[in-house]
């Protein structure tokens, strides 16, 4: 028996930006016995599910759904496209980004790392006009893809894919356009087909309300077509067999089946909401959380209001405190869970998850944690956090001015 006892009374606040709380109807879901996978009953949920996530990923292509987490999505996104030594264009927003190009190179591409120098980059979206510039200069079509990260959950800066689009084309460069919307899909706006995204990679853990383990690609026709010659080594990772497969609600390999019983109902609340409806309340908590840090005086890291991130914010502490000793005061005295400081902002920030299941009532319950906790540990705040997102959340109930701190 899994010892439980580190939790005290009431419900653990897991505020971190995924893996996000886990909605009792989608807990519900999962406890249903496991069926045959290569049974009756599994092709119709496997169709069920596959044709739902499309309307999440806002393309009429295939999605393929891999029993793995986030990292795996990756590894298959370049292996399916790419051959050995090719060079990729890929851009630093933060730490997940860093990751990317770190496995491109284990698998033996040739990444050049664009963005701003130092921790600039960490603080602003990716700069579309360095791509295109960049793209510009390679007439021999020496780059074989751009990839991006659209949602950087180590900072809560979100990147304009479009713009991404626009820089590629303008540049009329034949790259393919592989985006990581891990922490994105479902709670930021995306738009696979209409962005002409040809990868995009994204996890169960954090928008869709499921816990770990299920990750994805969605695919376009000129991605499939790359996957025909790419060189790479794969073979657990290879589209063409599971889109075969998936034609008629199979997998070639015992697929999740619980964490798909979990997917579908996700599928169920996000659509019933209507995923514009489950946008407008991310961009809302968002904001409100926003008036909270600048109330207190402190420094929100994303340094660009137009790309303020409606999945977490990412809060600066001052100078003199270790971000980790503030998070440790509020998990102690709190019973909850904040975002750490990744890579270069270790110690220098944490981070506020508001996604998934997030409202009014668990993002003010989460603020009030962070002000005791910060107040705790002796930083001297200018005012109320909570003060100010309880104005923000009942004078802005409807119609919020999405992106205004
Ligand atoms: N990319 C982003 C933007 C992420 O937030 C994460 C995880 O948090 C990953 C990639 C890695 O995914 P995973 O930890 O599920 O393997």
């Known amino acids: 028996m899994l010892k439980l006892d580190f939790h005290p009374a009431g419900r653990h606040f897991l505020q971190i930006p995924g893996p996000s709380p886990v909605p009792d109807r989608i807990l519900r879901a999962m406890s249903y016995p496991t069926i045959d996978h290569r049974g009756p009953e599994f092709g119709a949920l496997g169709l069920q599910v596959l044709a739902g996530i499309k309307k999440i990923f806002k393309t009429e292509q295939p999605v393929v759904i891999y029993p793995a987490s986030g990292t795996g999505a990756w590894e298959a996104a370049l292996t399916n496209t790419l051959s050995p030594g090719d060079t990729v264009l890929m851009y630093e927003t933060g730490h997940f980004a860093t990751l990317w190009?770190?496995?491109?190179?284990?698998?033996?591409?040739?990444?050049?790392?664009?963005?701003?120098?130092?921790?600039?980059?960490?603080?602003?979206?990716?700069?579309?006009?360095?791509?295109?510039?960049?793209?510009?200069?390679?007439?021999?079509?020496?780059?074989?893809?751009?990839?991006?990260?659209?949602?950087?959950?180590?900072?809560?800066?979100?990147?304009?894919?479009?713009?991404?689009?626009?820089?590629?084309?303008?540049?009329?460069?034949?790259?393919?356009?592989?985006?990581?919307?891990?922490?994105?899909?479902?709670?930021?706006?995306?738009?696979?087909?209409?962005?002409?995204?040809?990868?995009?990679?994204?996890?169960?853990?954090?928008?869709?309300?499921?816990?770990?383990?299920?990750?994805?690609?969605?695919?376009?026709?000129?991605?499939?077509?790359?996957?025909?010659?790419?060189?790479?080594?794969?073979?657990?990772?290879?589209?063409?067999?599971?889109?075969?497969?998936?034609?008629?609600?199979?997998?070639p390999y015992t697929p999740n089946t619980n964490l798909l019983y979990g997917l579908a109902e996700a599928l169920d609340?996000?659509?019933?909401?209507?995923?514009?409806?489950?946008?407008?309340?991310?961009?809302?908590?968002?904001?409100?959380?926003?008036?909270?840090?600048?109330?207190?005086?402190?420094?929100?890291?994303?340094?660009?209001?137009?790309?303020?991130?409606?999945?977490?914010?990412?809060?600066?502490?001052?100078?003199?405190?270790?971000?980790?000793?503030i998070r440790k005061t509020i998990y102690e005295n709190f019973d909850m869970s904040l975002g750490t400081g990744l890579g270069k902002m270790k110690g220098k920030m944490f981070r506020i998850g508001h996604l998934g299941e997030a409202n009014d009532l668990t993002l003010m319950a989460t603020l009030a944690g962070c002000e005791m906790g910060l107040k705790l540990a002796g930083v001297k705040l200018a005012g109320s956090g909570v003060q100010a997102a309880m104005e923000a959340l009942t004078t802005q109930k409807k119609k919020p001015d999405l992106k205004v701190a």
Not at 205 to 224: H, R, T, Y
Not at 299 to 311: F, K, L, N, T
Request: net charge neutral; charged share 25%.
């Open 101 to 251: 190009k770190k496995m491109a190179e284990a698998l033996g591409l040739k990444p050049e790392f664009l963005g701003l120098p130092g921790i600039e980059g960490w603080r602003r979206g990716v700069q579309a006009d360095l791509i295109e510039e960049r793209l510009r200069k390679d007439g021999g079509h020496q780059i074989k893809a751009v990839c991006v990260v659209h949602n950087e959950t180590s900072t809560g800066v979100t990147s304009d894919i479009a713009s991404v689009r626009r820089a590629i084309d303008a540049a009329g460069h034949p790259a393919l356009l592989l985006v990581d919307t891990i922490s994105g899909l479902a709670s930021a706006d995306y738009r696979h087909d209409e962005w002409g995204v040809d990868v995009t990679v994204s996890g169960s853990q954090k928008g869709l309300m499921l816990p770990p383990g299920i990750s994805f690609n969605a695919v376009s026709k000129k991605a499939i077509d790359a996957s025909k010659s790419a060189r790479l080594p794969k073979a657990f990772w290879g589209w063409a067999k599971i889109i075969e497969m998936n034609a008629t609600g199979y997998w």
């Open 269 to 325: 609340m996000i659509l019933g909401e209507g995923l514009d409806n489950t946008f407008a309340r991310h961009e809302r908590l968002a904001l409100a959380c926003r008036k909270a840090v600048t109330a207190w005086g402190l420094e929100i890291q994303c340094a660009d209001p137009s790309v303020y991130s409606p999945v977490l914010t990412g809060v600066m502490t001052p100078e003199g405190f270790d971000a980790d000793a």
